[in-house]
């Protein structure tokens, strides 16, 4: 099987995203645990904190999780990317099973048993410690159980801040549209839930069993094996973070080919350790990343800088557009190297069919079939100056209904399979030859240049100049030919990102 063959070639990676995933769960839930047994305790003996603390559980886990991940972004301490704001976020979707059945276990105790102890002068604390809490352990057991297979689905989607774990493949497998790589993610992680809760149904029912010296002894053990796990979990998360320089980049196919030739090169040239934080959220995500020191250095697009991030006007002079997108960045701490050497524009494409049949060749040429067409566009394209908003005024189109949003890298093969008849893809995607897609001309010149450019934490170049020398090497040594044959690689020939970078660079 495909799958198996990619664990076996990706054996050391596999290893370290799993320990990565599995340090994210056992610590979430523990601290979901020391904090919501207490708030649980204290909602069951007080009845009118019953209610809004449920109830603000509840709250908490309706909010989609990739949502709480953005919303954690800004904020210092708890947030930002990384590990750390994962865990804030699987802590908080933890909370709601825990408090909820706490609450139900004490709250179901035989009032026969409780009146008893308090019969036999038992204090409060004697009560709870020796009488109900023991009582509702197993209901308890049930509620983190829930909250620990929760955290596991919930980690994958913590690869898109750059935590780690098995969602770095699910989120590869996307931007490549690999099934192959997409169940090297999964698999593991359905198979880790299964465990998680497999194990935490054996210990509620062994905690339900008369023999207390059995369950102490068991239950020690079990802990043992648990503290054992974190240890090394947390030994591998560990090593990510020690890393001297982390490099970043978005999600789809070519951001994650030139982050893995960043680190190479920065690797190769300077011996430092590189963490690769790759498939970022996108364009936003990236750039908090690096505006709080959570990477050093990513590629960015000299147009996306100018209009998405710093929301400038629109300019057509790749010079101007440079040397205004350096000092903005340069406002705020960070320093814009020099371009890679080609410019990834937005490109609108349709089927390759479409445009010989109709002799299709200017985006012109496309305006007077859309009402009869359906578009289909990447998140961030329908909200940027420089995107659909300002396209449709600049060339006057109407489609036959609203554009269809979508991912970018799925939108290629939504086109080729007739699912829509335009969409707004990227000139260097390798997936425009391996789908037979008809790039358009930009005819009115709408799209500002959008040259590929490392940018990098002005702080980490003067602790680190000789990262700098190594970015500089990459200055106009990547030409869009050479850039859509990498992405072709690796959308086409399912080629890996980093053996991809790695060729590359040796070749030069």
Same mark, same amino acid.
């Given at each position: 099987?495909?799958?198996?063959?990619?664990?076996?070639?990706?054996?050391?990676?596999?290893?370290?995203?799993?320990?990565?995933?599995?340090?994210?769960?056992?610590?979430?839930?523990?601290?979901?645990?020391?904090?919501?047994?207490?708030?649980?305790?204290?909602?069951?003996?007080?009845?009118?904190?019953?209610?809004?603390?449920?109830?603000?559980?509840?709250?908490?886990?309706?909010?989609?999780?990739?949502?709480?991940?953005?919303?954690?972004?800004?904020?210092?301490?708890?947030?930002?990317?990384?590990?750390?704001?994962?865990?804030?976020?699987?802590?908080?979707?933890?909370?709601?099973?825990?408090?909820?059945?706490?609450?139900?276990?004490?709250?179901?105790?035989?009032?026969?048993?409780?009146?008893?102890?308090?019969?036999?002068?038992?204090?409060?604390?004697?009560?709870?410690?020796?009488?109900?809490?023991?009582?509702?352990?197993?209901?308890?057991?049930?509620?983190?159980?829930?909250?620990? #297979?929760?955290?596991?689905?919930?980690?994958?989607?913590?690869?898109?801040?750059?935590?780690?774990?098995?969602?770095?493949?699910?989120?590869?497998?996307?931007?490549?549209?690999?099934?192959?790589?997409?169940?090297?993610?999964?698999?593991?992680?359905?198979?880790?839930?299964?465990?998680?809760?497999?194990?935490?149904?054996?210990?509620?029912?062994?905690?339900?069993?008369?023999?207390?010296?059995?369950?102490?002894?068991?239950?020690?053990?079990?802990?043992?094996?648990?503290?054992?796990?974190? #240890?090394?979990?947390?030994?591998?998360?560990?090593?990510?973070?020690?890393?001297?320089?982390?490099?970043?980049?978005?999600?789809?196919?070519?951001?994650?080919?030139?982050?893995?030739?960043?680190?190479?090169?920065?690797?190769?040239?300077?011996?430092?350790?590189?963490?690769?934080?790759?498939?970022?959220?996108?364009?936003?995500?990236?750039?908090?990343?690096?505006?709080?020191?959570?990477?050093?250095?990513?590629?960015?697009?000299?147009?996306?800088?100018?209009?998405?991030?710093?929301?400038?006007?629109?300019?057509?002079?790749?010079?101007?557009?440079?040397?205004?997108?350096?000092?903005?960045?340069?406002?705020?701490?960070?320093?814009?190297?020099?371009?890679?050497?080609?410019?990834?524009?937005?490109?609108?494409?349709?089927?390759?069919?479409?445009?010989?049949?109709?002799?299709?060749?200017?985006?012109?040429?496309?305006?007077?079939?859309?009402?009869?067409?359906?578009?289909?566009?990447?998140?961030?394209?329908?909200?940027?100056?420089?995107?659909?908003?300002?396209?449709?005024?600049?060339?006057?189109?109407?489609?036959?209904?609203?554009?269809?949003?979508?991912?970018?890298?799925?939108?290629?093969?939504?086109?080729?399979?007739?699912?829509?008849?335009?969409?707004?893809?990227?000139?260097?995607?390798?997936?425009?030859?391996?789908?037979?897609?008809?790039?358009?001309?930009?005819?009115?010149?709408?799209?500002?240049?959008?040259?590929?450019?490392?940018?990098?934490?002005?702080?980490?170049?003067?602790?680190?100049?000789?990262?700098?020398?190594?970015?500089?090497?990459?200055?106009?040594?990547?030409?869009?030919?050479?850039?859509?044959?990498?992405?072709?690689?690796?959308?086409?020939?399912?080629?890996?990102?980093?053996?991809?970078?790695?060729?590359?660079?040796?070749?030069?």
């Amino acid at each position: 099987m495909p799958v198996i063959t990619f664990w076996i070639s990706h054996r050391g990676e596999l290893a370290s995203l799993v320990a990565q995933h599995v340090f994210l769960v056992l610590i979430s839930t523990t601290a979901a645990v020391a904090i919501g047994v207490p708030i649980g305790i204290l909602a069951a003996r007080n009845p009118r904190l019953s209610t809004p603390v449920v109830g603000l559980a509840n709250v908490v886990q309706t909010i989609p999780s990739l949502a709480m991940f953005g919303f954690l972004l800004p904020v210092p301490f708890f947030g930002g990317v990384g590990a750390r704001a994962a865990i804030v976020v699987l802590i908080l979707y933890g909370l709601l099973p825990i408090v909820r059945m706490t609450v139900a276990g004490l709250k179901n105790i035989d009032r026969s048993i409780i009146e008893a102890g308090v019969a036999m002068g038992m204090t409060p604390r004697e009560l709870l410690t020796r009488v109900e809490f023991p009582l509702a352990l197993p209901s308890i057991l049930a509620g983190v159980r829930v909250a620990a #297979v929760v955290a596991v689905g919930s980690a994958t989607i913590a690869a898109a801040i750059g935590a780690g774990g098995l969602g770095e493949y699910i989120y590869r497998g996307l931007s490549m549209v690999d099934t192959t790589v997409i169940l090297a993610g999964a698999i593991p992680a359905a198979l880790l839930a299964l465990l998680v809760d497999g194990s935490l149904l054996w210990l509620e029912r062994l905690l339900s069993t008369r023999d207390r010296g059995r369950v102490r002894q068991r239950a020690l053990a079990a802990a043992a094996i648990a503290g054992l796990i974190v #240890v090394v979990s947390g030994g591998a998360a560990a090593s990510r973070s020690t890393a001297q320089i982390v490099v970043g980049s978005k999600n789809f196919t070519e951001q994650i080919i030139l982050g893995e030739l960043v680190a190479h090169v920065i690797e190769r040239q300077t011996g430092l350790a590189v963490d690769r934080r790759l498939n970022l959220g996108g364009t936003f995500i990236c750039e908090r990343a690096l505006l709080n020191g959570d990477i050093d250095v990513y590629v960015e697009y000299t147009g996306t800088a100018l209009t998405a991030i710093f929301r400038q006007p629109v300019s057509s002079d790749a010079s101007s557009v440079f040397n205004s997108v350096r000092e903005l960045y340069a406002r705020s701490g960070r320093t814009l190297l020099p371009p890679l050497g080609f410019n990834n524009t937005f490109a609108i494409l349709v089927r390759g069919r479409d445009a010989r049949e109709r002799q299709l060749r200017t985006i012109d040429d496309a305006v007077r079939y859309a009402p009869q067409w359906r578009a289909g566009f990447g998140y961030e394209f329908l909200e940027r100056a420089d995107g659909y908003p300002g396209l449709a005024k600049a060339y006057g189109f109407r489609f036959l209904e609203s554009p269809r949003v979508m991912d970018l890298t799925l939108s290629y093969r939504a086109l080729a399979s007739g699912q829509v008849d335009l969409i707004a893809g990227d000139a260097t995607a390798g997936l425009i030859k391996g789908l037979d897609l008809f790039r358009l001309e930009d005819n009115r010149h709408y799209f500002p240049p959008y040259d590929a450019t490392p940018v990098a934490r002005a702080e980490t170049l003067l602790r680190h100049p000789e990262v700098r020398r190594a970015l500089e090497s990459l200055a106009g040594k990547i030409s869009a030919e050479d850039m859509q044959a990498m992405n072709y690689a690796a959308d086409v020939l399912r080629q890996d990102p980093a053996a991809i970078a790695r060729a590359f660079v040796a070749s030069r």
